[in-house]
């Protein structure tokens, strides 16, 4: 199983910039993908972003395509996500899930406890 622990959350202004950490740990070992969902009150969990185990595939939900990017360094278990130019509409709970795969999929098995994106106009 894989253990997600994600930081980095905060309180930015629209316009500003936040990197997101997720920390992995658990069985690592094997291909896992990781992906970065968030969660707005009164809305649906929306997919984000996710990246493959080689960090050679990424999806970009619409909404944040051009102003979010993923990343990861296997060697240090880490998922990073830049967000620039932050809009009201961006705050929500960000939440870090994984799932052993060579791809990138839309459901993950495990996932963090989230932490809270607040973005002011």
């Known amino acids: 199983q894989l253990q997600l622990v994600e930081s980095g959350g905060g309180l930015v202004q629209a316009g500003g910039s936040l990197r997101l950490s997720c920390a992995v740990s658990?069985?690592?070992?094997?291909?896992?993908?990781v992906g970065w969902f968030r969660q707005a009150p009164g809305k649906e969990r929306e997919f984000v972003t996710g990246?493959?185990?080689?960090?050679?595939?990424?999806y970009y939900a619409d909404s944040v395509k051009g102003r979010f990017t993923i990343s990861r360094d296997n060697a240090k278990k880490m998922v990073y996500l830049q967000m620039n130019s932050l809009k009201p509409e961006d705050t929500a709970i960000y939440y870090c899930a994984g799932d052993y795969s060579d791809h990138v999929p839309y459901g993950y098995k495990y996932w963090g406890q989230g932490t809270q994106v607040t973005v002011t106009s």
């Open positions: 658990g069985r690592t070992f094997s291909n896992y993908a």
């Open positions: 990246i493959s185990w080689s960090g050679g595939a990424t």
